[in-house]
């Protein structure tokens, strides 16, 4: 049973940086694509970045474009997101998702809380 486990969430004043990590298990195929959404309160979930495994290319929201980075580990099946110079619009739950053709995993989410 595939299990996506996210961490590293928490508490950042205005201006600071916090690295997400999402860890994937129980598979034994590659995924497509890694990817971090979040979503607000009140407001739906959008995508904030993703990976494409095969190639190693990325995509951005433009709202964290030049803030945030993604990145994968292959061997740990692992995937981060630095996120630096935070703003209290990027509070959210953060949630990591694994894709394998028309297949979509899920973790539970993380939650990042900007504020002074």
């Known amino acids: 049973q595939v299990q996506l486990v996210e961490s590293g969430g928490g508490l950042v004043q205005p201006g600071g940086s916090l690295r997400l990590s999402c860890v994937a298990s129980g598979f034994a195929f590659s995924p497509d694509a890694m990817s971090w959404y979040r979503q607000a309160p009140g407001k739906e979930r959008e995508l904030v970045a993703t990976?494409?495994?095969?190639?190693?290319?990325?995509n951005y929201a433009d709202s964290v474009k030049g803030r945030f980075s993604i990145s994968r580990d292959k061997s740990q099946n692992t995937v981060n997101l630095q996120m630096s110079s935070l703003k209290p619009e990027d509070t959210a739950v953060y949630y990591c998702k694994l894709r394998k053709g028309g297949v979509h995993y899920w973790g539970k989410g993380t939650l990042v809380t900007v504020s002074s």
């Open positions: 990976v494409t495994t095969t190639s190693g290319s990325t």
